[in-house]
């Protein structure tokens, strides 16, 4: 049989487990997690390299993981929605991701809109399945999840215990058009380093902080060395209004202390490397509404800006 390649959308309600599924299929830790809804605002690219085994074709899967679909109410919800849709254009199939302790409900239906406009073939994801009790609910849920889309295959799986991962794989090969690897051997992501340490600092606030602030804030890394040895890297953190910068900034800079420790050791482990970053905290009144500010948040525009400013060849990562 011949070589199997394409590109696979992870689709889904915020908080389904999109990105979860995306470092467990690659087994890296590509996309940030964390339990508020909201978590992932641009589109990342993981890649699964599947070489020729017995009984199985070589394939390359590029997946997608994508923002949650909800009805934006901010610039920066229109973008991350526009990250979606982009996604979602020209893949080969789409992974439909629901999080099977929670009831249908039309929040569901919006993503189900989406897969249908698209007109992509899809897989329909139960995930959480280790958070039930019974086994049998299954049947169920999958009979009543049956009846709202035309699913290619309904697969029920853990995420986050890599459970019915393998059947999950072989089903998205066996679903693949023969194709060529697009991406080398050795690259998992089509995210820069750089971005990746953006990502991680701002993980480390979604997990340190809570109510509006998780929402209100951004990251921006604004110098990134790579060294053999020790790697120099320098980010701003945005929030909304003074009060915000006083959680952050925290007593006597304990709060900053706190998530420049978490990231820095997160990110030494991502490039092997020494980190010594350096945080600020800035307030941008209203990022969030900016469509300017949001525009140049996103990575992609970011890497490109800084291409035609350096010149190719001349690229820090
Ligand atoms: N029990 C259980 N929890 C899971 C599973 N998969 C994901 N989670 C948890 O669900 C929460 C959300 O996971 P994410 O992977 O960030 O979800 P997401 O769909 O990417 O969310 P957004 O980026 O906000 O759209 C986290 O707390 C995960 O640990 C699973 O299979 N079982
Ligand atoms: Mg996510």
């Not at 509006?212 to 604004?222: R, S």
Request: with cysteine; aromatic share 6%; net charge positive.
């Amino acid at each position: 049989m011949p070589f199997r390649s394409g590109f696979v959308c992870i689709l889904g309600r915020p908080n389904a487990g999109k990105s979860t599924l995306l470092n467990a299929l690659v087994g890296e830790k590509l996309a940030i997690i964390s339990p508020k809804p909201q978590t992932t605002r641009s589109r990342i690219q993981g890649i699964v390299h599947l070489p020729k085994a017995k009984g199985r074709d070589g394939a390359q899967i590029v997946l997608i993981d994508t923002p949650g679909v909800h009805k934006p109410d901010s610039s920066l919800g229109r973008k991350m929605m526009v990250e979606v849709r982009e996604a979602l254009e020209g893949c080969d199939l789409v992974l439909v991701l629901m999080d099977v302790t929670h009831k249908f409900d039309p929040r569901d239906q919006f993503a189900l809109d989406l897969l249908k406009q698209s007109g992509t073939k899809a897989f329909l994801i139960l995930n959480k399945i280790d958070l039930l009790r019974e086994k049998a609910r299954l049947f169920p849920i999958i009979e009543e999840y049956r009846k709202l889309s035309d699913f290619a295959e309904i697969i029920p799986l853990s995420a986050l215990k890599r459970d019915g991962l393998d059947i999950l794989l072989k089903k998205v090969v066996a679903a693949l058009p023969a194709g060529p690897a697009y991406f080398p051997e050795d690259q998992v992501t089509d995210q820069p380093a750089r971005f990746m340490a953006a990502e991680t600092i701002r993980e480390q606030i979604l997990h340190a902080t809570s109510e509006e602030l998780p929402y209100a804030t951004t990251v921006i890394v604004d110098a990134f060395q790579e060294g053999t040895k020790l790697s120099r890297i320098s980010a701003t953190i945005y929030c909304e209004r003074e009060g915000q910068k006083g959680i952050l900034v925290g007593k006597r800079g304990q709060m900053l202390k706190k998530i420049g420790t978490g990231a820095r050791l997160q990110i030494e482990r991502m490039l092997g490397t020494r980190v010594f970053l350096e945080l600020f905290v800035k307030v941008q009144p209203g990022w969030r509404d900016s469509r300017v500010f949001v525009e140049e948040l996103d990575w992609r525009h970011q890497l490109e800006h800084m291409m035609t400013q350096q010149g190719p060849g001349e690229t820090e990562q």
